[in-house]
T-cell receptor, first 114, second 111 residues
Framework: NAGVTQTPKFRVLKTGQSMTLLCAQD?????MYWYRQDPGMGLRLIHYSVGEGTTAKGEVPDGYNVSRLKKQNFLLGLESAAPSQTSVYFC?????????????FGQGTRLTVV | SQQGEEDPQALSIQEGENATMNCSYKTSINNLQWYRQNSGRGLVHLIL?????REKHSGRLRVTLDTSKKSSSLLITASRAADTASYFC???????????FGPGTRLSVLP
């Protein structure tokens, strides 16, 4: 059981370059999330999705776009990377029920923008 | 702004001692969850407590919730070196649509 898988695990970008981070989950979860984690800041929600074909903005959405074309995948895009986007990115997913809303996390993508 | 705030930011104890971490939040919630993160890894869910519950246990973990004070505490009893990690509380206002995490407490358990 793979759970939540993120690719790539590490990436170095030059300022202005673009890239897409892929998150895949095999638990048939309705909800998926993208967070960034910076030292001393905890996790901040970038975008989230409550189902296939739907996305919504989180706390820090600027500079990022997302897509949820398939239920199992949630893509995070950076169109023009900036040094301020250097961070560790985590994807998570969860069920859509009142009883079971714990989130399952991927192992993270460490992104450096130079 | 952050919904949850953990306190203290860092905690260092000896193996065998108990560790207590606190979380405060600002608005009403449906449930509150605690997660652990080992260095360089993803977060792992520990325990969930609902807004109508006051205390919950899971192994060596005890969580309390005081909705009148908008606060929660996580107690780890008989700590072990393997408990060394960062601990985060996450509040959930809308049944999983939008978890909001605090900055975390870094726990160091010394052998």
């Amino acid at each position: 059981n793979a759970g939540v898988t993120q690719t790539p695990k590490f990436r170095v970008l030059k300022t202005g370059q673009s890239m897409t981070l892929l998150c895949a989950q095999d638990m048939n979860h309705e909800y998926m999330y993208w967070y960034r984690q910076d030292p001393g800041m905890g996790l901040r929600l970038i975008h989230y999705s409550v189902g296939e074909g739907t996305t919504a903005k989180g706390e820090v959405p600027d500079g990022y776009n997302v897509s949820r074309l398939k239920k199992q995948n949630f893509l995070l895009g950076l169109e023009s990377a900036a040094p301020s986007q250097t961070s560790v990115y985590f994807c998570a997913s969860s069920y859509r029920t009142a009883l079971h809303t714990e989130a399952f996390f991927g192992q993270g993508t460490r992104l450096t923008v130079v | 702004s952050q919904q949850g705030e953990e306190d203290p930011q860092a905690l260092s104890i000896q193996e065998g001692e108990n560790a207590t971490m606190n979380c405060s939040y600002k608005t009403s919630i449906n449930n509150l969850q605690w997660y652990r993160q080992n260095s360089g890894r993803g977060l792992v869910h520990l325990i969930l407590i609902r807004s109508n519950e006051r205390e919950k246990h899971s192994g060596r973990l005890r969580v309390t919730l005081d909705t009148s004070k908008k606060s929660s505490s996580l107690l780890i009893t008989a700590s072990r070196a393997a408990d060394t990690a960062s601990y985060f509380c996450a509040t959930d206002k809308n049944y999983g649509q939008n978890f909001v995490f605090g900055p975390g407490t870094r726990l160091s358990v010394l052998p």
